[in-house]
């Protein structure tokens, strides 16, 4: 069977402008389609070994059709591998290849591979080039957009990186068949993320067809692409988060403090997960501040639970830390300004703000209230 056309997006970032591609089978395509766009580069391939496993072979063949020559750095899969270590293992993976300034580092995975590789082609020779091959859903639907990039720190997430965008995101959404369910629902927080920031439509039109999305077809393809245009919309409008684009962080601000307070241990919590436990707590606290109705919040979190997401703190396997503890973590949040706290709260669903100067006695009492222990 002849696949579909790809759905394009487009990232308006001027000079920097890039394409998003998104469909099933284009993973054979791409060789052509870096080549039209970076002519005689050569590549280094970033994955890691489940990856590798499943779709390195096909992606090889992509690039080999297109002239592209590659070496390929392969990583332990896994949230831990966005560390100083693993940095330093791609950077001198990139040197020993001896690619140049204008070659290009193609990150084949989901967001720990993006997040990581897109910073070591930030800072490699001061910046070569960088393709996002997306594999799981939350690196169809968002990380591989918009450029953030880094690792994490025993202090917090993401505390270290820099902004650095694609030249091209081509995301086959045909890889998906291979991804583990848990890693499918947590990507489905992010896409579900989109519909309660200002997409109310889009979040009850989820409500009604998340069956489809889980089961493949064309709604699955739609889905991600209404995903990838609400996102390129707001980082072409605020590219370095000086203003809307920290909405795109509803949930994160409670979310990355449960993976920093659990050891970015995959086996409890992985950065969906967090999101999704996140948007919950998000809607709630905004109803116990009284933004929002406490409907909105029993809606968010009937959702999460009906697509089997955790949507508590209690649905995280193992001890926490106590509040005071992930209070600590919050304070690290890098929307942290002169010391006062930013959330995204909500005055309903598709209504999500910047709330600045959050009181931290009400986020702590909010946190007591909420921890299971
Ligand atoms: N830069 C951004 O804007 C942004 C946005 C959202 C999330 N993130 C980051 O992304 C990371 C989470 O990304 P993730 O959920 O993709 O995690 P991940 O990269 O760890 O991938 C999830 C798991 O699925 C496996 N996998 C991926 N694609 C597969 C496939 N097609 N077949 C089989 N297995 C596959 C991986 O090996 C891994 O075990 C976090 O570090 C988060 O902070 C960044
Ligand atoms: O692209 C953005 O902007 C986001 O906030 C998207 C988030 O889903 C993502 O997890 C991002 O990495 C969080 O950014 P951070 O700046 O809070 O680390
Ligand atoms: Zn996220």
């Known amino acids: 069977m002849i696949d579909p056309e790809p759905v394009k997006v487009e990232v308006g970032l001027g000079d920097r402008a890039y394409d998003i591609l998104i469909g099933p089978g284009l993973l054979s395509s791409t060789g052509r389609e870096i080549a039209s ?19 390195l072979d096909t992606l090889k063949a992509g690039l080999d059709k297109g002239g592209i020559q590659t070496a390929v750095i392969t990583l332990p899969a896994g949230e831990k591998t966005k560390s100083f270590a693993h940095l330093e293992e791609v ?3 990139v040197l020993a290849a001896r690619l140049e300034r204008r070659d290009v580092v193609v990150a084949l995975g989901g967001g720990v591979i993006g997040d990581l590789a897109g910073f070591a082609a930030g800072i490699v020779r001061r910046g070569m080039n960088f393709v996002q091959v997306p594999t799981s859903l939350l690196a169809q639907v968002d ?23 694609p030249k091209l995101v081509l995301a086959d959404t045909g890889v998906l068949d291979t991804l583990p369910i ?38 699955r393809t739609e889905a991600i692409a209404e995903a990838c245009r609400a996102k390129a919309d707001v980082v072409a409008r605020d590219e370095f988060e000086t203003g809307d684009r920290a909405l795109l962080n509803l949930g994160h601000t409670f979310g990355h403090a449960l993976e920093a307070a659990t050891n970015y241990d995959g086996a409890r919590l992985v950065h969906g997960e967090g999101v999704a436990i996140g948007m919950a707590l998000a809607h709630r606290f905004s109803s116990r501040l009284n933004l929002a109705s406490p409907d909105d919040a029993e809606r968010v979190e009937a959702h999460l639970r009906a697509v089997g997401l955790p949507w508590r703190m209690a649905d995280i396997p193992g001890d926490l830390p106590d509040a005071e503890a992930l209070l600590g973590f919050i304070t690290q949040d890098k929307k942290v300004s002169r010391g006062a706290l930013t959330f995204i709260l909500t005055r309903g669903i598709g209504q ?22």
């Open 37 to 55: 766009r970076l002519p005689g580069t050569r590549a280094a391939i970033v994955t890691d070994d489940n990856v590798a496993a499943a779709h």
């Open 91 to 93: 950077v001198d993976g």
């Open 143 to 165: 990380s591989s957009v918009g450029g953030k990039t880094g690792i994490n720190s025993a202090r917090g997430k993401n505390l270290v990186g820099v902004f650095n965008q």
């Open 182 to 219: 848990r890693e499918f629902r947590a990507g489905y927080a992010e896409l579900a993320k989109y519909g309660l920031i200002d997409r109310p439509a889009f979040f009850a039109w989820l409500e009604e067809n998340w069956q489809k999305v889980f089961a493949g077809g064309p709604e």
């Open 352 to 373: 999500a703000f910047i709330a600045k100067d959050v009181p931290p006695s009400e986020v702590l009492s909010f946190l007591k209230a909420s921890h299971p222990g």
